[in-house]
Structure formats: C-alpha cells, structure tokens
C-alpha cells in the first residue's frame, strides 16, 4: 500500500535495477497530485552522485493505494567525475573566449543560481554548469547557458525569460 512520499520512494527504490539505474543514480520523489478517482502521481527527478540529471522526470502513478506504472525520461549507464575542473564563472568565461573577445568576457556576471548537474548531449554524459550569464557591454538580455565543467565548451545557450 503506497499513501505517502516514503512509501513511494521505497517502491521507486526497489525498482531500479529494473529501471537500468546504477548504485550512484536515484530517481527522487518531488511532490505529489492526485485525481478525482483517488489516484496519485508522485513526481520524480533523476540525480546522480546527488547531481540532478537535466531534463530526466518521471512520474510514479498509483491506483487504489498499488504501484501501478513508473513513466517519463531517465538515463541509464552513467559514469562521470562529478568533481568539476573549473567552477562556473571560470566556465562560462573560457567557454565564451572562443566567440567573444577579452575584453567582452571580462564584462559578463552570473547571476547566483548557478547549479553543477549532468547534462546530457549527442556526445553522452556531461558535468555540467547552469548559469545565466547577464553582459555588462555590450548591454543586451541575459542569457542561459549550459557549460562544460571539466573542458569548458559551451553546451547550450539561449535568451533567458525574464520574470
């Protein structure tokens, strides 16, 4: 019988070797909805070595108190350092010397919600920086960006929405 967040991550534990997750991965409960049948769907977000996993979600759905479906997106087969070789400024600021002159890289900021995760690419599994990157000249909007932690090589990047 599943009726809280424990108990739901002891069925999502019990489950991962058949999900193809390793010992250093875990898939977390987050939060919790229910439907008007009484069904309820526990929300959960992939880490690794206690890193999330960008974009890995999934959802545990539970019918009349049973563990019925696990879904979503998770990776499976990961192996990486998660110690990074350049923390995120040091990152962004290697990362951008190769589109922007000095001069421009020694005027960006990053805003202070910088997080270390996993990011993964057509290459496989990154260490990785999430940042937004606000240009001090020439002025334009802040931008997300996603950096290498160990090569520094930008992984992804785009206008961040502002609130």
Not at 3 to 32: I, Y
Not at 70 to 76: A, M, N
């Amino acid at each position: 019988m599943v009726d809280n967040q424990q108990q739901a991550q002891s069925v999502v534990n019990e489950q991962k070797p058949q999900l193809g997750l390793g010992e250093q991965d875990s898939l977390d409960v987050k939060n919790q909805t229910a439907d008007e049948q009484g069904n309820a769907y526990y929300q959960l977000e992939q880490t690794y070595k206690g890193l999330p996993v960008y974009g890995a979600r999934a959802v545990l759905e539970i019918e009349k108190g049973q563990a019925v479906l696990i879904s979503g997106s998770w990776q499976t087969g990961l192996e990486l350092e998660v110690e990074a070789k350049h923390e995120a400024l040091e990152a962004v600021t290697l990362g951008l010397r190769k589109e922007m002159s000095d001069e421009q890289v020694l005027r960006i900021a990053l805003k202070p919600e910088s997080l270390l995760m996993i990011y993964m690419t057509n290459r496989g599994a990154h260490l990785a920086w999430r940042v937004v990157v606000q240009y001090q000249e020439p002025v334009h909007a802040p931008e997300i960006m996603i950096v290498d932690a160990q090569t520094p090589e930008v992984l992804f990047r785009q206008p961040a929405m502002l609130h």
